[in-house]
């Protein structure tokens, strides 16, 4: 599955014709597969790229997770996942090309490079797919709840319509721009995705200034009918904010798009791009989470704070269209890396051949599974919990750091050493405790729910 240049002791006595012919199958397969087909993206790709894929509709949920934390808690989550992702990433531009003249332009590829080739696939496969394939399935649910949204706030006198029919809707969209070749090719729709997600988070945060204070504000703990609801609850919050920090999983992706030379590495005008989106991140996760619980306290009546505010309509219902087109956009970042890797195993493994017909088959019926399990399953609160502690924490939090120390074996007890290891610590304990919370919300919402109502 892995992009490498071919072995050449392994043609020794082949004819020069066979050897050729190799070769250019190679290259017409890494020309046509979405991650190494194109390499000359410039740094403010990476900007938008990475804005679009962190920066998800996760953070709309952030103030219903605060009233679950409070204010200590809540904060200190925030701040140490904005600094220790931003580190973890850091790692992950560094480690693309630390091997001289090769790069990894997968996250599968550097774990093959640390843990072994059986290995590596093993333990970071299934995690990004569930990353890729559960952000997909969030994103369906999100595009759909935001359509309804905007429905019944333009048009309160109209009939209501299920939210399945919103996620078709929603779908149909990916169902046309999943056929747009690599990464390069859907930048523009990256652009106006990311430019979307720093729109709704102001208009999120302007409109709960505007609101108010909420009469009679609490800030104590979100109460449940029992202690044991209460601790469930935190789990599930600590799942949602690390849901709110995903680009991981595709960073490496998005470096393989950028040109590179000995003189000039790729991670230069990357790490530029990762230090400008990152800060726009904070300018979006920040204020919409403090701001949106100083307004409404543990009183937050829904997931997505802007369900939760009403006035003024024409700017919440431009808010949620806001929402929809970002999440348009971050879809396809995701579903990219997972059309790569869907077409790398038939195109290598399984000797499809590299044509229009096969992409066209594959991303429709990726697309069509996502919608499928999206409106199974419109949980979006516990979803973002559990796949946020399952499958988030480890790719984003404590993978990379892991990978770090088997590669550059740091001195035991240096700063090095001991800032990978809390980062492991931190993030083991959110991949055990989040999923727990994120299950529990998701048994909760069930015992209320019927299929396709």
């Known amino acids: ?21 190799t070769l250019a199958s190679q290259k017409e397969i ?43 808690p809540g904060v200190t989550v925030l701040v140490l996942s904005w600094i220790i992702t931003l ?41 990004q797919l569930l990353v890729e394939v559960g952000v997909s399935i969030v994103y369906m649910v999100t595009g759909g709840l935001s359509l309804q949204k ?10 209501e319509i299920k939210v399945s029919y919103f996620i078709m809707i929603f779908a149909s ?88 030379t000995p003189e000039n590495p790729s991670k230069g005008p990357m790490w530029r791009g990762v230090i400008v989106a990152y800060i726009i991140v904070a300018v979006c996760y920040f204020p919409v989470a403090l701001i949106g619980y100083w307004v409404f306290g543990n009183q937050v009546g829904d997931e997505n704070i802007l369900i939760e505010l009403k006035t003024p309509e024409w700017l919440i219902a431009m808010a949620n269209m806001f929402v929809v087109i970002h999440l348009i956009g971050s879809y396809q970042i995701f579903a990219m890396a997972v059309f790569d890797m869907i077409e790398t195993v038939l195109v290598r493994k399984l000797r499809f051949r590299p044509t229009k017909f096969l992409r066209f088959v594959v991303r429709n019926v990726y697309v069509a599974y996502t919608m499928f399990i999206a409106i199974t399953f419109p949980f979006f609160n516990g979803l973002l919990g559990f796949f946020g502690g399952f499958a988030f924490a480890p790719t984003t939090y404590f993978l990379p750091c892991i990978i770090w120390l088997t590669i550059r074996n740091p001195k035991r007890f240096s ?6 290891w809390i980062c492991i610590s931190l993030g083991v304990s959110l991949m055990i405790v989040a999923p727990i919370g994120g299950l529990r919300a998701i048994i909760t919402e069930a015992k209320t729910y019927h299929f396709y109502s």
């Open 173 to 260: 969209a990916q169902f046309v721009l999943s056929h747009l070749p690599n990464f390069n090719a859907i930048s523009g729709v990256s652009l106006a995705a990311a430019i979307m997600s720093l729109s709704y988070c102001t208009i999120a945060w302007a409109a709960c200034l505007k609101h108010g204070i909420v009469d009679n504000v609490d800030y104590k703990y979100r109460s449940d009918l029992s202690n044991a609801g209460n601790v469930l609850n935190f789990f599930n919050a600590l799942g949602t904010v690390a849901f709110g920090f995903a680009g991981h999983n595709v960073v490496l992706e998005i470096q393989a798009t950028i040109p590179s």
């Open 30 to 72: 890494d020309d046509w597969l979405p991650v190494t087909s194109s390499r000359n993206a410039k740094w403010y790709y990476s900007t938008f790229h990475n804005v679009t894929t962190i920066v998800g509709a996760g953070v709309l949920s952030f103030p219903y997770g605060m009233a679950q934390l409070g204010w200590g």
């Open 415 to 420: 700063l090095s050493w001991w800032t990978n």
């Open 1 to 21: 599955m892995r992009t490498q240049a071919p072995n050449y002791d392994s043609y020794a006595g082949t004819s020069t014709n066979t050897f050729d012919e």
């Open 87 to 127: 580190y973890t990433l850091w790692q992950m531009v560094e480690m693309h090309e630390m091997v001289p003249g090769r790069r990894f332009d997968r996250y599968h590829e550097l774990g093959q490079y640390a843990f072994g080739e059986k290995l590596g696939l093993f333990i970071v496969v299934p995690q």
């Open 150 to 159: 905007f429905h019944r706030t333009v048009c309160p006198g109209c009939d």
